[in-house]
C-alpha cells in the first residue's frame, strides 16, 4: 500500500467521521416558552369586612416559540413566591418572611371555558382535576400541561375576542396562553391572621419562569396589598373625554366610540389595580353639570364592564365607561313669565 492511498483512506475516515458528527449534532427544535407577562404589577385589595378572605389575582400570560404548544409546554412552570413585606405587623409587632408565607397562601384559580373573555379576579374556582392532587394546585406553581391555559384573551371587544375564538378553536394559531393565581389570606391560619396582614403594607412577590430543566428563563415582581378601607388604598381617580360633543347628542354607550368617549380611570398609588374583597371592580359614582348660572346636575352610568369595554378597555381593567341615558328635562323661566322644556 502506498502513502498517498493511506493518507486517502485516513482522510475519508475522518470526512466520515465529521459527517456523522455533524449529522447527530442537528436535533428537531422543541417548542419552548420564551416570555411571560403580568397583567398588573400592583394589586390594593379593599377588605372592609372583618371575617372575609382578601383575594388579589394575577394573570399571566405565556408565549411560546410555536404555534403547535403555545403557553407552558410539558415540565416548564411559573413558580410564585413572596420575597418580603413591611417590617411590621398591623398589630405593631415584627413581621418575618416565614410569617408572610403563613398568613399568605398561593391558589391556581381558572375560569369556567378555556376561551372565556371574563378575566378571573377571584379564587371561587381552582384550577384542579381528579388526575393531580389538591395540594399540586396551592403549591404557588404553576405546570404546563397541568394547569388550565386560557386562549383568545386579548382584542379589542368581547364580541371580537369571542369570535377569534370561534374561529381558531382551542389550537388557536396564536402563541399565547394565560394562566392565573391568587394571592390570598389563608382562612385557615390561626386567629388574628387577617389582622395581622389588613393594613400593615405591601407585600413584595416573585414569579420566576422555568424551563423543563429547573432554569429560569425570566423574572417578573409584582405587589399587593391588603387594606380596611378604600381611604387606606392610595387610589387615584381620573377623568378623560375623547371626541368633541354637540347640542343635542347624549352620550350614551351607543352615541360613543373608541374616539369619542367618555371614561375615568381608577388605579392605586403604584398605577396598579383596585379590588374588592372578592375581586369584584370598586364601584365608582358620577355626576355631569351643565354650565348654566343655575347648575344643573346629572347621574351617570360609570362601569368597568363588557358592556362597556367595547369603547373603554377591557372589562375589568381599572378604565371605566362613562355614559348617560336621554337627559332629564329641565324646566327654566322664559323671559316671558312662562316656562320651557330644555
Known amino acids: 500500500m502506498s502513502t498517498k ?3 486517502k483512506r485516513i482522510a475519508l475516515v475522518a470526512v466520515a467521521a465529521l459527517g456523522l458528527g455533524v449529522l447527530t449534532s442537528v436535533a428537531p427544535a422543541n417548542a419552548v ?3 411571560m407577562a403580568l397583567d398588573n404589577s400592583s394589586i390594593t385589595v379593599v377588605s372592609s369586612a372583618t371575617s372575609d378572605s382578601p383575594v388579589a389575582v394575577f394573570a399571566i400570560t405565556v408565549t ?4 403547535a404548544t403555545p403557553g407552558l409546554s410539558a415540565g416548564e412552570s411559573i413558580t410564585a413566591s413572596i420575597t418580603g413585606g413591611p417590617a411590621l405587623e398591623s398589630d405593631g409587632s415584627s413581621f418575618t418572611l416565614t410569617e408572610m408565607n ?7 384559580v381558572k375560569q369556567s371555558a378555556t376561551n372565556s373573555v371574563n378575566p378571573v379576579y377571584d379564587a371561587a374556582t381552582s384550577d384542579s382535576n381528579s388526575a393531580y392532587a389538591a395540594s399540586a394546585f396551592t403549591d404557588g406553581v404553576i405546570v404546563g400541561g397541568v394547569n388550565t391555559a386560557h386562549y383568545a384573551m386579548s382584542g379589542p371587544s368581547a364580541a371580537t375576542t369571542l369570535a377569534k375564538a370561534a374561529a381558531e378553536g382551542t389550537s388557536a394559531t396564536t402563541k399565547t396562553r394565560t394562566y392565573y393565581i391568587a394571592v390570598t389570606v389563608d382562612p385557615a391560619a390561626a386567629a388574628g391572621t387577617r389582622a395581622k396582614v389588613v393594613d400593615a403594607g ?7 419562569l422555568q424551563n423543563a430543566g429547573g432554569a429560569t428563563l425570566q423574572r417578573a415582581t409584582a ?3 391588603f387594606v380596611s ?3 387606606n388604598s392610595g387610589a387615584v381617580l381620573t377623568a378623560a373625554s375623547s371626541g368633541q360633543w354637540f347640542v ?3 352620550p350614551s354607550i351607543a352615541n360613543q366610540s373608541s374616539t369619542k368617549k367618555i371614561t375615568t380611570t381608577l388605579r392605586n398609588r403604584d398605577g396598579g389595580a383596585v379590588r374588592l374583597t372578592n375581586g369584584a371592580q370598586p364601584v365608582v359614582t358620577g355626576q355631569v353639570a351643565d354650565a348654566s348660572t343655575v347648575i344643573n346636575y346629572q347621574s351617570t352610568l360609570v362601569a368597568d364592564t363588557a358592556t362597556e369595554s367595547l369603547t373603554a378597555g377591557a372589562a375589568g381593567d381599572g378604565v371605566y365607561g362613562v355614559s348617560v341615558a336621554r337627559p332629564t328635562c329641565f324646566w327654566r323661566p322664559t323671559t316671558k313669565g312662562g316656562i320651557r322644556n330644555l
Open 33 to 35: 416558552a420564551t416570555s
Open 229 to 231: 378601607a378604600a381611604s
Open 202 to 208: 405591601v407585600f413584595n412577590l416573585q414569579f420566576d
Open 248 to 250: 343635542g347628542e347624549t
Open 223 to 225: 405587589k399587593v396589598d
Open 64 to 67: 411560546n416559540t410555536d404555534t
Open 102 to 108: 403563613t398568613y399568605l397562601k398561593f391558589k391556581e
Open 5 to 7: 492511498t493511506t493518507f
